[in-house]
């Protein structure tokens, strides 16, 4: 088969080098982006048809050859040439052998550099909206086990270090709260990305009378771009994007640490189905949680993607340069990642069973309901910088005397502060002091009860 020829080699006189043609290749990478590339033509044909630029003829001859080009890539049957470059010239190539001369009427009035911008932003446009929809996957996850553990109480941490007492649906919450921001933050790039840069050209735009308007119209964007140098340098969206998948990423890296330590026999406040752990080749007895720590270590990778991206764009020269292609390493590889990584998310999260009867007994460690005794002092009529004092004292005596709060007699409770009453059994205790929380967004049973509500029926319209 005769090689197909690119009419750039009348300009360069060898042709090119073996080693040149792998290193400059992006086509083993671009090649997913093929249905874009096509969508995309098929609307700069058509906008070139509606301006005289070719002929109505011509224009059926490309869509036709454009849409059969589409079926042999999905069935696997297209040929894939590396001496191509990249999917834009592969299918502009393909194009001709299959129609002939309207095939090379196709690239009037555009460029590579046009043609790829635009490409990444009807890719990505779709890409936000299948990470929304698993993200959405994973907070109805949570939101199911929440409501299984809206009575269950366990300690909150912070420095790790043990806290007040919460109920456990509120702990799974905090989760789902994380995630919308990241729906809401992918959805503001994905707005600020959705503008038609397609008729920039390569830098300049064109002396022909391309109709910016309609190409946009056609593939969906609410705006134009209106400087064309900036139009086609601007991956902007790009670092924007795998910043946002960075977030997801982060977020996702703190569920997994935090599993990962509740499912030490330490801790053992969660038990994760087999199918989703692994054990030893040594240690017969482990069952090791080693999803979640390639969920936590694929963060890593995204937060190289970002940097990668950031720095590829840092100080280049205005206008196009093909330092450029590389963004789409990045942005590929991040949300692969970060998708793959909600979808284990999901899994284990709906396969983890909370061991309450464990974590209940072991309430009683750690005063978790100090605060809310310093709270109820308060309530006396005692100020809260003194209430503090006296509840520290409190606990430095119950630690020397191997005791909790709750075990303290009245009559050692009013030693320390005579403002106590029979009452401040109601509050001491673990789950008392849960039951104590009013604020609203507060991490008691009721608040968390209100908070499922809420994202139920949010989530049930998505
Ligand atoms: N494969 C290239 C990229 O991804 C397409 C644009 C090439 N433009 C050029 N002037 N060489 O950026």
């Not at 093909?322 to 998310?345: P, W």
Request: hydrophobic fraction near 40%.
């Amino acid at each position: 088969m005769a090689k197909k020829r690119k009419s750039w080699e009348k300009r360069l006189a060898s042709e090119p080098d073996k080693l040149a043609i792998d290193f400059v290749e992006s086509i083993s990478y671009d090649r997913r982006l093929y249905k874009y590339d096509i969508a995309g033509s098929i609307a700069h044909a058509k906008m070139l048809s509606e301006q005289k630029l070719i002929s109505k003829a011509d224009y059926n001859k490309i869509v036709d050859g454009l849409l059969a080009i589409e079926q042999e890539i999905t069935d696997g049957s297209f040929k894939f040439d590396k001496y191509q470059e990249d999917i834009h010239m592969a299918i502009e190539a393909a194009l001709i052998e299959k129609v002939g001369q309207a095939g090379e009427k196709l690239h009037t009035g555009r460029s590579r550099n046009d043609q790829v911008a635009t490409d990444m932003r009807l890719w990505m446009r779709d890409e936000i909206e299948i990470l929304q929809t698993k993200i959405t996957q994973l907070q109805k996850a949570f939101v199911e086990a929440a409501g299984k553990y809206t009575e269950d109480v366990m300690p909150s941490y912070t420095h790790l270090q043990r806290a007040q007492p919460v109920v456990i649906a509120a702990y799974l919450l905090s989760f789902v709260e994380q995630l919308e921001r990241d729906i809401a933050r992918l959805g503001n790039c994905s707005e600020l990305l959705n503008v038609s840069v397609l008729g920039s050209g390569a830098v300049a735009g064109s002396t022909l009378p391309i109709d910016r308007e309609s190409t946009a119209g056609q593939l969906g964007f609410c705006d134009i771009s209106r400087n064309s140098i900036d139009a086609v340098s601007d991956r902007d969206f790009c670092a924007e994007f795998i910043f946002d998948c960075a977030l997801v990423a982060t977020h996702l890296s703190k569920l997994a640490e935090d599993w990962i330590i509740f499912s030490s026999s330490e801790f053992d406040f969660i038990r994760i189905k087999d199918s989703f752990c692994t054990s030893s080749s040594m240690m017969p007895q482990k069952r090791n949680p080693d999803i979640l720590e390639l969920i936590r270590s694929k963060t890593g990778r995204v937060y190289g993607s970002l940097i990668a991206m950031l720095t590829l764009l840092k100080a280049l020269p205005s206008g196009y340069n093909r330092d450029l292609q590389e963004d789409k390493i990045h942005v590929f590889g991040a949300a692969d990642t970060v998708e793959q990584s909600l979808e284990m998310a999901c899994a284990i999260v709906s396969n983890t069973k909370f061991n309450v009867d464990k974590i209940k007994a072991g309430l009683d460690e750690g005063f978790l309901d100090a605060a809310a005794l310093a709270e109820y002092l308060v309530d006396k009529g005692i100020a809260f910088r003194q209430a503090h004092g006296i509840v520290g004292e409190l606990v430095a005596f119950c630690e020397k005397n191997n005791k909790s709060l709750k075990q303290l007699s009245i009559e050692q409770l009013k030693k320390y502060c005579p403002a106590v009453e029979k009452d401040v059994y109601e509050h001491l205790g673990a789950i008392n002091a849960v039951k104590s929380y009013v604020t609203i967004g507060s991490a008691g049973s009721k608040q968390a009860k209100i908070q499922i509500n809420y994202w139920q029926k949010l989530l049930a319209e998505r």
